[in-house]
T-cell receptor
């Protein structure tokens, strides 16, 4: 399988702490995307990082990409209870239209 | 804009029955796709389309058919439902560029259809 692998599978932190989740993949990429899924709902796009970028910020989110190690990380700073959700990485190998999603990290932020 | 809409929200089928899951988008996106989500498995691509009249298989296409007669609609048909098709199904759409660049835009997801096959 070419699925992305995320770790940890689950993460529980206190409100105000930072949360870091990682995504490793096996194929080459043009870009890597991160999505959030609240329980029982559709996925919402968070951020896209291109293969020639090493770091990208969006509000309290910071994404890094290391194409030599085929890995990416998502950092959520100053977490809130509303950040409780599952987070997925997604990538599309060049020359295809087939997205590959990671297995997801379930984040629980305790108030 | 309604974004991506899916119907029905819930469905229970008996083994062997057929049905169609509906998906529509009003953003004039060329790319549309169907995924299934099973516990602990993330999302797996079933079929996708890069424009009206053009469809192709994803990672897990067996037991499903699709068609794309308009830009807006991308229905997913279950031919003969099996318990292994019990899952949550998501439809998504996005802009797309040429194949050499791959998909470089965010996907917009529908709210999902929860399907149970008994």
């Amino acid at each position: 399988s070419q699925q992305g692998e995320e770790d940890p599978q689950a993460l529980s932190i206190q409100e105000g702490e930072n949360a870091t989740m990682n995504c490793s993949y096996k194929t080459s990429i043009n870009n890597l995307q991160w999505y959030r899924q609240n329980s029982g709902r559709g996925l919402v796009h968070l951020i896209l990082i291109r293969s020639n970028e090493r770091e990208k910020h969006s509000g309290r989110l910071r994404v890094t990409l290391d194409t030599s190690k085929k890995s990416s990380s998502l950092l959520i700073t100053a977490s809130r209870a509303a950040d409780t959700a599952s987070y997925f990485c997604a990538l599309c190998p060049p020359g295809t239209y087939k997205y590959i999603f990671g297995t997801g990290t379930r984040l629980k932020v305790l108030a | 804009n309604a974004g991506v809409t899916q119907t029905p929200k819930f469905q229970v089928l008996k083994t062997g029955q057929s049905m169609t899951l509906q998906c529509a988008q009003d953003m004039n996106h060329e790319y549309m796709s169907w995924y299934r989500q099973d516990p602990g498995m993330g999302l797996r691509l079933i079929h996708y389309s890069v424009g009206a009249g053009i469809t192709d298989q994803g990672e897990v296409p067996n037991g499903y058919n699709v068609s794309r007669s308009t830009t807006e609609d991308f229905p997913l048909r279950l031919l003969s439902a099996a318990p292994s098709q019990t899952s949550v199904y998501f439809c998504a759409s996005s802009y797309s560029r040429g194949k050499l660049d791959g998909l470089s835009y965010e996907q917009y997801f529908g709210p999902g259809t929860r399907l149970t096959v008994t």
